[in-house]
């Protein structure tokens, strides 16, 4: 059964500053792994979809990378800003499955 | 493109009583999710269906939970009789393929406390 880990719970940083969210996951036969924002009170917005073979994905500041072979993938975001301040989730969609198994995210906050 | 539309926004019932959330997807998305995510959690499947077929509802609880997706489009999801511990948020997504192929565009979700 794929488990998926974030860690840490929370992370405060001032802004400016680049930073890194981490995700595990126990099954490495994943067919793909996507990375989701949410907003208090809102659904989750999707950041980025990386392939099983692809080993990164970029969308402006935010930078996902994923090594199969070790269970880890990481959301990398530059120069942060106040309006980053969400909670960061990951999912891994299981290979043979349509399921996507999410982690119980990470609660950035980016103080001015 | 019009996001996943859900109601109600939020919904307060007694324990033992029956509600009903809707949801209506994207169009043109085949596939159709309900998710329920419980404060400070990430979200949990419940079902997911591929056009008007259920694809998964291994973790969507039978005895009280139904969830319906007529005609491939509109879904509801429905918990008879409700339980305390069913206080969550409900959320719906949807995507234009299945296994995860494209990105999955969520609702903002229907809140429900039952007391």
């Known amino acids: 059964k794929q488990e998926v880990t974030q860690i840490p719970a929370a992370l405060s940083v001032p802004e400016g500053e680049n930073l890194v969210l981490n995700c595990s996951f126990t099954?490495?036969?994943?067919?793909?792994l996507q990375w989701f924002r949410q907003d208090p009170g809102k659904g989750l917005t999707s950041l980025l979809l990386?392939?099983?073979?692809?080993r990164e994905q970029t969308s402006g500041r935010l930078n996902a990378s994923l090594d199969k072979s070790s269970g880890r993938s990481t959301l990398y975001i530059a120069a942060s800003q106040p309006g980053d301040s969400a909670t960061y989730l990951c999912?891994?969609?299981?290979?043979?499955?349509?399921?996507?198994?999410f982690g119980k995210g990470t609660k950035l906050t980016v103080n001015p | 493109e019009a996001g996943v539309a859900q109601s109600p926004r939020y919904k307060i019932i007694e324990k033992r009583q029956s509600v009903a959330f809707w949801c209506n997807p994207i169009?043109?998305?085949?596939?159709l999710y309900w998710y329920q995510q419980i404060l400070g959690q990430g979200p949990k499947l419940l079902i997911q269906?591929?056009?008007?077929?259920?694809?998964?509802d291994s973790q969507l609880p039978k005895d009280r939970f139904s969830a319906e997706r007529l005609k491939g489009v509109d879904s509801t999801l429905k918990i008879q009789p409700a339980k305390l511990e069913d206080s969550a948020v409900y959320l719906c997504?949807?995507?234009?393929?299945?296994?995860?192929?494209?990105?999955?565009?969520f609702g903002n979700g229907t809140r429900l406390t039952v007391t």
């Open positions: 997504a949807s995507s234009l393929t299945a296994r995860g192929n494209s990105p999955l565009h």
């Open positions: 099954d490495s036969a994943i067919y793909n």
């Open positions: 990386i392939q099983s073979s692809q």
């Open positions: 999912a891994a969609v299981q290979g043979g499955s349509e399921k996507l198994v």
């Open positions: 169009s043109g998305h085949a596939t």
């Open positions: 269906f591929q056009n008007n077929g259920v694809v998964d």
